[in-house]
């Protein structure tokens, strides 16, 4: 399974999710049809995907975002959210909010006084394949948004395609 960058699908809500995008990426994979997770099912497997050594980080994340005022997830039942998820506006996982969803793609997300960030779950389908696409946009709304983000980058870089490989790997096994 070969995960790849790719382009921000076009066209696609999280292009106009935010007013400005200061850092945008996005990681897909290819599969057969009928090895692709159904659309609605992505967001969950996301969230079941985290490598343990990665749920470390979200932890230390969650410590340091309490401590400067940012939104935490504290209080809030994932494991809930995750089994009651439908993939409709308005659910969330986590900090993750669905803002928007259409046939090929769900635009989870959340602002903050740091930053604004959208992340976008496509199944795109392409002659007996499927696209399965995560794209990230990011807009910093100040200084501390830019400072934060200067770690989360590369992690972020590093991070998504192995998710994506255990999504796909965790789907294929049900």
């Not at 969950?44 to 939104?71: D, M, N, S, T, Y």
């Not at 976008?120 to 100040?142: P, W």
């Amino acid at each position: 399974m070969t995960i790849y960058t790719c382009q921000l699908p076009h066209p696609s809500l999280i292009e106009g999710g935010l007013n400005k995008i200061d850092y945008t990426d996005s990681f897909a994979v290819t599969l057969p049809a009928e090895e692709a997770p159904p659309l609605q099912q992505l967001p969950v497997l996301f969230f079941h995907a985290f490598p343990r050594w990665f749920g470390w980080l979200i932890g230390l994340r969650e410590l340091i975002a309490g401590w400067i005022g940012l939104k935490t997830a504290k209080g809030i039942d994932i494991q809930a959210e995750i089994d009651q998820f439908q993939g409709r506006e308005g659910e969330a996982i986590a900090l993750f909010k669905v803002m928007r969803t259409n046939e090929q793609e769900i635009m989870m997300g959340e602002n903050d006084q740091h930053l604004d960030f959208r992340l976008s779950f496509f199944r795109i389908e392409k002659e007996g394949a499927v696209e399965i696409v995560l794209s990230t946009t990011v807009e910093m709304n100040n200084w501390l948004g830019r400072v934060y983000f200067i770690p989360v980058k590369p992690i972020h870089r590093l991070i998504v395609p192995i998710i994506i490989k255990r999504m796909i790997r965790q789907y294929q096994k049900t």
